[in-house]
């Protein structure tokens, strides 16, 4: 297990970079292998994410060159092989192996994915997607196979506008016969920049970052490249803890735009920052104005910040109200922060804050990912040591964390038990 160890209270000044989005690379590394050459993806993160699909590359015989931020997907002699459940298990976008499996190959035989305990996270809607393509579908326990003779165009309406279901059957869809409309799309802009590498490799993609995406099917895929887009959550995380205990900390190579729904919120709780094109500069707040937050689909609030940002509402000068509406079990940060001294109450998606409480330092464990960046948050406001357990979970989505951290003046460290 890994183990967070922070002395909290310490000031945070200088600049954090911000890296490749999490939830654009997991899907622009499975898509590549649909390509009949080189794919080059640059700016890409640090993240065990990252490596775990690389491991599901290597398995499927596909050709991967490393290098600093760079990775080269090479698919010329894929073998579509079945994934074994211990890596389809180690993460959620595994499962875009299955649209582009489908799509090269016609068949893909796959096990459920895995990803962080939040909620139920069923696959229904990628599945019901494959199947209005032309594919069947024969389930055997937690392993599907997905086969077709031909997938053929379609008008998919979507019952949500899933980020994964958007996905995967834009993947899917890129070498169907015909023209494919996906409605009721998601709009989140790791999308835009998926459709961008499916396009540069050839695919005829239209509409992505609306509601309605249009595919229309080529023949094959050739090589590409892509450049992953900041990572907006990442980049929120650093903003939350910058309005806690900055010192002119500068948050740079983001997209404020990206951000929008989040600045708007720090602007109404009177935070103090700075926005410059691509950077924005904190500095601590002092009696903050507490607000309700209620997280959406993109561009609502996002459902990944929900959690870091409860700690900034655990300092606000009165009570906030927060409600989760992605995830039906995404409060495992609440107890953990009620330990170190916060006034959370919590039932099912929705919670009530009420602050300002000073945290002191305390041994917790994070149950996801972003729970986990909550935890980190809240140690570095708390008085004392904050010891936090199972952070691997951390590591999945936030490159160099305790680099980063450190080089601004947290004392922070990571220790192996
Ligand atoms: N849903 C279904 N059926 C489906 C697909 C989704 O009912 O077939 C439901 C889910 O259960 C959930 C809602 O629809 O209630 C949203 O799910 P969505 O498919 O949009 O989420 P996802 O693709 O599984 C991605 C991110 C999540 C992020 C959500 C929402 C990746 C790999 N993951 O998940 O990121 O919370 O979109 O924005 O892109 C994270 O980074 O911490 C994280 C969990």
Not at 60 to 77: F, H, P, Q, R, Y
Not at 268 to 286: A, R, T
Not at 300 to 310: I, K, N, V, W
Request: proline letters at 3%; charged letters at 20%.
């Amino acid at each position: 297990m890994k183990r967070i160890i922070i002395e909290g209270n310490r000031t945070l000044s200088g600049k954090i970079k911000i890296g490749g989005a999490k939830n654009s690379v997991v899907a622009l590394i499975p898509a590549a292998i649909m390509a009949n050459g080189k794919v080059k993806i640059s700016n890409v993160p640090n993240i065990s994410d990252k490596d775990a699909l690389i491991e599901i590359l290597k398995l499927l015989n596909v050709d991967v060159k490393k290098g600093t931020g760079v990775i080269e997907i090479d698919a010329s002699n894929i073998k579509n092989t079945l994934i074994p459940e211990s890596l389809s298990n180690k993460l959620r976008a595994s499962y875009y192996f299955m649209g582009a499996l489908l799509a090269r190959f016609k068949k893909v035989e796959m096990y459920f994915p895995g990803g962080c305990n939040i909620g139920s996270r069923p696959i229904n809607l990628h599945l019901k997607g494959f199947e209005s393509l032309g594919a069947t579908i024969t389930k055997e326990d937690s392993k599907y196979l997905i086969e077709a003779t031909e997938l053929k165009g379609a008008d998919i309406m979507l019952d949500f506008a899933s980020v994964g279901a958007t996905v995967n059957l834009m993947i899917a869809a890129t070498m169907a016969k015909g023209t494919t409309h996906i409605m009721n799309a998601a709009r989140e802009a790791e999308i835009i920049n998926i459709a961008e590498l499916l396009n540069n490799m050839g695919a005829k993609v239209t509409g992505a970052g609306t509601e309605e995406i249009t595919i229309e099917g080529v023949e094959e895929l050739h090589s590409a490249e892509i450049k992953v887009i900041p990572d907006r959550i990442e980049a929120g995380t650093y903003i939350i803890m910058g309005a806690l205990l900055g010192d002119n900390l500068t948050i740079e190579g983001m997209i404020p735009e990206h951000n929008i729904l989040l600045l708007n919120k720090l602007q109404e709780m009177g935070v103090n920052f700075k926005l410059q094109n691509h950077k924005i500069i904190l500095n601590k707040s002092s009696n903050l104005k507490p607000t309700n937050v209620r997280t959406a689909v993109y561009p609502g609030f996002p459902t990944d910040l929900g959690q870091p940002m409860a700690v900034l509402l655990t300092q606000a000068n009165g009570v906030s109200l927060f409600e989760e509406t992605i995830w039906e079990n995404r409060m495992g940060h609440v107890k953990y922060l009620n330990k170190m001294g916060a006034n959370i109450k919590a039932e099912r998606q929705h919670a009530e804050i009420t602050g300002p409480t000073p945290l002191h330092g305390a041994e917790i464990t994070a149950t996801d990912l972003r729970a986990g960046a909550a935890l980190v948050t809240a140690g570095l406001i708390a008085d004392g040591t904050t010891i936090i357990n199972d952070a691997e979970h951390i590591l999945r989505g936030y490159e160099r964390i305790i680099n980063k951290l450190s080089s601004v003046g947290a004392n922070i460290k990571i220790v192996e038990v």
